[in-house]
């Protein structure tokens, strides 16, 4: 009895033990594994519909015209196809960009807009859209099946550039003459109805400072236009003439205008003292008779007050910053 029940054990213990039980496994998963192949064949082997949606590029807009309403970038389309074909078209869509022949465009007779309005049938273009997909690929139907494009004239226009610029110079440092904008026009294309808005383009706000010598510095362009209109470029060029100056100063005579008749009038002192800025180039180009100060005695409110302003009337065109020391002096008028 004992042996029977031991012989039953060992037969059950052989039975499964673990390399027998291995064995059965890696049978069953080979099984299963060959099965579910076979299902993933029949399964994708059949046909089906997909939607499924594309990068979108229309080619071959009219020459002489311009878009003023974005085109849309993105169209979805009714594919039918083997399993196969739908899961890798798929994966790819999302990369891939569909190239949309608009030289078939038609005009809408109808409407009042100012713009020209034409528009696409998409679904037209089937043929066109299976040929890019691959020959396995049916394609049943374009999202959306009708596209506007809103076009207006093409047209150019000369514009001056407007410099929206703030700066300070160096010590001793200051401008000489005008700064110069490069290139001071630029001609701007796009919608004629865009163009007859703007009159010139303007500069970003720059702020250039301690300015020591003469250079040219990039400005870009402001970009609040739209897109529709093309400056060309993106930057104009900026030139600040600059110069060294020195402080100066010269003693001029005083000029009294107005003087009653039988009058004469003398102030004190005769000569008032002018100070100004002027480049070191022009220094000794400086001359008394290129200045005049003058006083009007028909401009003093009161003559008991024995005292007239001073004004400086002319000056050289080199120099900068000129200013009397003492803009009042003190007169006496008396008979002839």
């Known amino acids: 009895m004992k042996r029977t029940i031991q012989e039953k054990s060992n037969s059950l213990l052989t039975k499964f033990s673990p390399k027998r039980l291995d064995k059965r496994l890696s049978v069953f998963i080979i099984c299963l594994l060959f099965s579910a192949s076979f299902w993933l064949l029949t399964v994708f082997s059949k046909e089906y519909t997909a939607d499924i949606t594309y990068n979108a590029f229309f080619l071959n807009l009219p020459s002489d015209k311009i878009l003023i309403e974005e085109l849309p970038s993105k169209i979805k ?31 809408y007779l109808s409407g009042k807009s100012a713009n020209e309005i034409y528009y696409l049938l998409l679904n037209n273009q089937l043929s066109l859209m299976a040929e890019q997909l691959g020959g396995s690929m049916k394609v049943e139907k374009i999202f959306p099946d009708t596209v506007t494009f809103v076009f207006d004239q093409k047209s150019q226009k000369i514009v001056p550039v407007k410099l929206n610029l703030t700066y300070s110079f160096a010590k001793q440092y200051q401008l000489n003459g005008k700064i110069k904008v490069i290139p001071s026009n ?84 005769s000569q008032v003292k002018i100070k100004y800025n002027v480049s070191l180039d022009n220094y000794d180009l400086v001359k008394p008779e290129q200045f005049k100060v ?43």
């Open 77 to 107: 389309i009714k594919i039918k196809a083997s399993g196969f074909a739908l899961l890798g078209v798929k994966y790819s869509a999302k990369y891939d960009t569909l190239f949309i022949d608009a030289s078939n465009v038609k005009k």
């Open 294 to 336: 003058e006083a009007n005695i028909a401009q003093t409110n009161d003559v008991s007050n024995n005292r007239i302003k001073v004004r400086l009337v002319k000056q050289p065109t080199f120099i900068s910053k000129a200013k009397i020391i003492d803009t009042q002096v003190e007169f006496i008028m008396r008979k002839l």
């Open 186 to 269: 630029i001609i701007i294309k796009g919608p004629k109805s865009m163009l007859d808005q703007i009159d010139f383009l303007e500069t970003k706000q720059q702020s250039i400072n301690n300015i020591g010598a003469t250079k040219r510095h990039l400005i870009p362009l402001e970009s609040k236009y739209n897109k529709a209109v093309d400056f060309g470029i993106k930057s104009v060029v900026a030139e600040i003439p600059v110069e060294k100056y020195t402080e100066a100063e010269i003693m001029l005579p005083i000029n009294i205008n107005n003087v009653p008749f039988g009058y004469v009038v003398k102030t004190f002192p």
